[in-house]
């Protein structure tokens, strides 16, 4: 699987198909930074909703903690905001999914209501 660096090299876009295939084989902590009545319109099976207008620092400093770290958001802007403030607290690297939700639903790939 090849991610790409994105910006900084501790964020990596992660494609939709890479994601859905890392999903699959590792355990990973999914995160969504939609607000939630995006999130209850459709989100990723086993996505952990942490909206961007209510993240706290204590918030980000618990997702900054977490291992094999994956967020995403509508279409890549807000998880990009949220990946940066996350490596500027340390943060070793965070995937980003690449075109956020609707890059995820290009690819007809399932979602949960």
Known sequence: ????????????????????????????????????????QGHITGAVLKPTSLLTTQELH????????????????????VAQKLIAMGKNFVFDLEGGILGWQSHHLPVEL
């Open 62 to 81: 618990n997702l900054a903690q977490q291992d094999n770290l994956i967020i995403y958001c509508r279409s890549g802007k807000r998880s990009s905001d």
């Open 1 to 40: 699987m090849v991610c790409i660096p994105v910006k900084n090299e501790k964020i990596i876009l992660i494609s939709p198909l890479q994601l859905y295939a890392k999903l699959s084989q590792e355990s990973v902590t999914l995160v969504d930074v939609r607000e939630l009545s995006e999130y209850n």
